[in-house]
């Protein structure tokens, strides 16, 4: 089984603290991606990532980073949050095998910023 | 830009009964994904199903199959014989077969299992 874990399930940080939420899949997966999940608005895409070192931009990459030294790990970095970086954050990694594609999510962080 | 919309930000069925989640899309792509994802109360996110839209043929997994519309861009979830594990928010989501890796996710609706 594909698993994908994240460091922390809840995490609770203060305005303008950095703040690092790490991702770990253990399928030597290519891809990996950071999303932010919030009410109503479904999962949006901050950054992805297709190679070591290689990033791109999502949807609402402002205010975040990334960093992927090593091909199982992939970082979402707040480099000072604030409180609109309140939500649920999912990282996943994906595979296209045999014409199939799946992503595969971890259990999420749920990051309040007071 | 392609979107992804679900109308039905909530939605209740009793167990053993069957229910429907809608789902509509936009694109200019003739070839391209549509997943059903599954995300219950504090769980991970996994997929339950996958259409290819070159396939006229509507994919089935167990108790969930959809109806897919490709002319009419509508891609419905069906859920029979519910389940209390069933309970749980569902995501619709779309990519491209060229850059697939960009999934665009709905709003999602959450459906509650009434025993």
């Known amino acids: 089984d594909v698993k994908v874990t994240q460091s922390s399930r809840y995490l609770v940080k203060r305005t303008g603290e950095k703040v690092f939420l790490e991702c770990v899949q253990d399928m030597d997966h290519e891809n990996m991606f950071w999303y932010r999940q919030d009410p109503g608005l479904g ?4 950054y992805f990532s297709y190679d070591v070192k ?3 931009k999502g949807d609402i990459p402002e205010g975040y980073s990334v960093s992927r030294e090593k091909k199982e790990r992939f970082s979402l970095i707040l480099e000072s949050a604030s409180t609109n970086q309140t939500s649920m954050y999912l990282c996943a990694s ?3 095998a045999g014409g199939r594609y799946e992503q595969y999510f971890g ?3 749920r990051l309040t910023v007071t | 830009a392609q ?5 039905q930000p909530e939605m209740s069925v009793q167990e053993a009964e069957t229910v429907t989640l809608s789902c509509t899309y936009d ?3 003739s ?3 549509l997943f059903w994802y599954k995300q219950p109360p504090s769980r991970q996110m996994i997929l339950v199903i996958r259409q290819e ?3 006229q043929q509507n994919a089935t997994e167990n108790r969930f199959s959809v109806n897919f519309q490709k002319a009419a861009k509508s891609f419905s979830l069906k859920i029979s014989d519910s389940q209390l594990g069933d309970a749980a928010m569902y995501f619709c989501a779309y990519s491209k077969k060229t850059s697939y890796d960009k999934v665009i996710f709905g709003p999602g609706t959450s459906l509650s299992v009434i025993p």
Request: proline share 4%; charged share 25%.
């Open chain 2, 31 to 33: 070839d391209y994904y």
């Open chain 2, 27 to 29: 694109t200019s792509e």
């Open chain 1, 107 to 109: 259990p999420g962080t």
């Open chain 2, 53 to 55: 839209a070159y396939k």
């Open chain 2, 3 to 7: 979107t992804v919309t679900q109308s």
């Open chain 1, 43 to 46: 999962l949006r895409l901050i």
């Open chain 1, 54 to 56: 290689m990033k791109e």
């Open chain 1, 94 to 96: 994906s595979e296209l």
